[in-house]
């Protein structure tokens, strides 16, 4: 079946750091491939998306690549600020199949 | 943005009490779901809709049924509820096929 695999958190980085979460994946085919934050004490909303690939997905300064060559959508940015501190989580989406998402990563990012 | 209200947004109960909480929907899509999300599992996935009426079971559905009698309304009852039930549900929304989730803003449920 279908999987998602996220970095263990949380993740601690201080203000403007370089913030890189890894996510690799197993499906069949080509899955859509996506992003979701959660800030605290909402639902998770979609952060980015990538459906083919080789495909960038981009978004308030996050960045993640659709690499089938090594099944991976590492979700990167290259200046953190307080504000993105929050739980990420990576997610496939294959066809209509339901979609997998990762256990999540806690961020916090200190001044 | 979708939609999506969940109601209601905080309930305590008592072990072996009936519990329903309500999705409610906006955007008239097709696909609702019903998750639970608790420490070191992420998201697990209860119980989903692709139609009026038409419901399907995920991981976790024991202990929990589901109705959906019109497009705009999902509703996740426990039909006694355990403490093990104590979590956070999210509701979500989409069009299927490879589109976005679109999720409420959960129901904090405490089972004591």
């Known amino acids: 079946g279908n999987s998602v695999t996220q970095m263990e958190g949380p993740v601690t980085l201080s203000e403007e750091a370089f913030l890189t979460i890894n996510c690799t994946y197993t499906a069949t085919g080509y899955p859509s491939l996506f992003w979701y934050v959660q800030y605290p004490g909402e639902g998770l909303q979609l952060l980015l998306k990538a459906t083919k690939a080789d495909d960038k997905g981009s978004n308030k300064g996050f960045e993640a690549t659709y690499r089938k060559e090594t099944t991976s959508f590492h979700l990167e940015k290259g200046s953190v600020q307080v504000s993105d501190s929050a739980v990420y989580f990576c997610?496939?989406?294959?066809?209509?199949?339901?979609?997998?998402f990762g256990t999540g990563t806690k961020l916090q990012v200190i001044p | 943005d979708a939609g999506i209200t969940q109601s209601p947004r905080h309930k305590v109960t008592e072990t072996g009490t009936p519990v329903t909480l309500r999705c409610h929907q906006t955007e008239n899509h097709r696909y609702m779901y019903w998750y639970r999300q608790d420490p070191g599992h992420g998201l697990r996935l209860i119980h989903y809709s692709y139609g009026v009426k038409d419901t399907d079971k995920g991981e976790v559905s024991d202990g929990y049924s589901v109705s959906r009698s019109k497009t705009e309304d999902f509703l996740l009852t426990l039909e006694s509820a355990t403490s093990s039930q104590t979590s956070v549900y999210f509701c979500a929304t989409d069009q299927g096929r490879e589109e976005t989730q679109y999720f409420g803003p959960g129901t904090r449920l405490l089972v004591l």
């Open positions: 997610a496939l989406s294959r066809g209509y199949q339901k979609v997998t």
